[in-house]
């Protein structure tokens, strides 16, 4: 299982016959596994990789750390539910080291996730300060490659 869910996450478009031939598996044997990964959780969705500034020049998309007092009784859990509940946010991650929570957040520009940051996350009491990454260039995302090989964007210089 843990090899068609590694086929999955780099290509969900394939078929049960693709898939069964990568997995050595029968069409049937497949389409039952996937159907019970989506059944149990494993499998919470499936989703396209999008180049954004292909196609939207205002898309911005932020890191935000945040340093959080965790809960009595939920500890982070209930400060990442809140997070995780506005729109603008499009992932919240528990994680080790300088920072306790990291949440990735889009808006059409810098000013619209400024004010967010500073009406929505830095309004909760139990956030004790945000550190805000705006991200200038995406290379790779989910494993898949978000550049064109053949464009080159650094521009002519002469002597």
Do not use: C
Request: charged share 25%; hydrophobic share 35%.
């Amino acid at each position: 299982m843990n090899k068609l869910l590694k086929i999955l996450r780099k290509n969900a478009r394939l078929s049960n016959e693709e898939l069964a031939v990568m997995t050595g598996r029968t069409p049937e044997e497949v389409g039952r596994q996937i159907a019970e990964l989506e059944r149990t959780g494993v499998i919470r969705g499936y989703s396209a990789v999008i180049d954004d500034s292909a196609f939207d020049d205002d898309y911005v998309l932020a890191l935000i750390e945040l340093k959080v007092t965790p809960q009595s009784q939920s500890g982070f859990d209930e400060i990442a539910g809140q997070i995780a509940s506005y729109r603008e946010v499009e992932s919240v991650r528990l994680m080790s080291g300088g920072y306790d929570v990291l949440v990735s957040v889009t808006g059409r520009n810098i000013r619209e996730i400024s004010q967010f940051v500073n009406q929505r996350l830095a309004a909760i009491d139990a956030v004790q300060s945000t550190t805000t990454h705006f991200v200038l260039k995406s290379y790779k995302e989910n494993g898949i490659s978000v550049t064109d090989p053949d464009r080159d964007e650094r521009g002519m210089v002469s002597p």
